[in-house]
């Protein structure tokens, strides 16, 4: 009996799976439509400063520690005469436990170099230096798709 499927049982299964889908699906429509708005920001010229490598310890799903790489390139810019300073090179940060591509990521900047800033009209200290999405803002639409399928499996049991 208690391995039996019953209507409750998959209504219950169908009720967490399809909000499951709907956040990763909301979670992926945010990422998009940030990273799609980010693409219409002004440019302004600005100046490499230093760029760098910080590290930091980050916590993985099961408990464990894992150290992460972050790339900052130290940049500063002018928006209606006021300086603005920022280290932003993707509109959400950048970090891998892979050192190299870090340092990949940081290798086409100089100090002293004249850059393209995307800067934020209403918040002009909010700035980035690339503006390209990237296909890991598609991970939580893949999860909400793979979340999609039981729901729709159980979704038939649940409505018969």
């Known amino acids: 009996m208690g391995g039996q499927l019953t209507k409750k049982k998959a209504r219950i299964f169908v009720l967490a799976f399809g909000l499951a889908t709907l956040l990763c699906f909301a979670m992926s429509g945010g990422f998009f439509w940030f990273q799609y708005r ?46 603005f300073s920022n280290d932003d090179i993707w509109p959400m940060g950048y970090s891998s436990s892979d050192k190299d591509e870090v340092e990949d990521s940081i290798k086409e ?8 800033v995307r800067y934020n009209t209403s918040s002009p200290d909010d700035s980035c230096l690339k503006s390209e999405v990237s296909w890991l803002t598609l991970i939580p639409f893949i999860i909400g798709f793979v979340f999609m399928i039981p729901t729709a499996v159980m979704s038939f049991f649940a409505l018969r």
């Open 38 to 83: 980010v693409k219409s920001w002004p440019t302004v010229d600005g100046r490499v400063m230093s760029t760098e490598i910080t590290e930091s310890w980050s916590s993985t799903d099961d408990g464990d520690s894992i150290l992460m790489f972050n790339a900052h390139v130290n940049y500063t810019y002018f928006v209606d005469g006021q300086e």
């Open 109 to 116: 900047y100089s100090t002293g170099q004249i850059v393209a």
